[in-house]
């Protein structure tokens, strides 16, 4: 077998192995969880990642906002004074407390519960 042949062999494996994980994730998540508690896990991490998918949206929108876009804090207190780049800043500070309550509310579910998470981003 020449290496070529080698590499297109594993390429097509790979092709194989993705679905045959799934397949595997889901069976496992038969055996340990009652159908209702899986679908109820299901339904709350797609939750947990939509809000978090949202809350990035509206981090992005907040900074898209900001006028002029690329300047730093410290140069908006430098041409406006600190309350102004306070109150300028403070759509963007609060789109970042959320999307990092919902980033470490996303990261605690799938540690709390790997199988689920699995289940969901290998269904995407």
């Keep these: 077998m020449t ?3 080698f590499k297109a062999l594993v390429k097509q494996l790979d092709t194989l192995l993705s679905p045959l994980k ?3 994730i889901v069976q496992l ?3 340990l969880y009652p159908l209702a508690e899986r679908e109820r896990l299901i339904a709350e991490y797609r939750a947990l990642a939509l809000a978090d998918i949202e809350a990035h949206k509206a981090l992005r929108q907040a900074y898209d ?3 002029p876009p690329d300047m730093s804090y410290e140069e908006r207190v430098k041409t406006c004074g600190e309350e102004e780049a306070k109150r300028q800043l403070s759509p963007v500070t609060v789109a970042m407390d959320n999307k990092r309550r919902t980033s470490v509310a996303l990261d605690a579910f799938r540690n709390e519960h790997q199988l689920i998470a ?3 981003d290998s269904a995407e």
Excluded: G, H, N, V
């Design 118 to 120: 699995r289940i969901f």
């Design 22 to 24: 799934a397949i595997a």
């Design 3 to 5: 290496d070529d042949q």
């Design 29 to 31: 998540a038969r055996e």
């Design 65 to 67: 906002k900001l006028t």
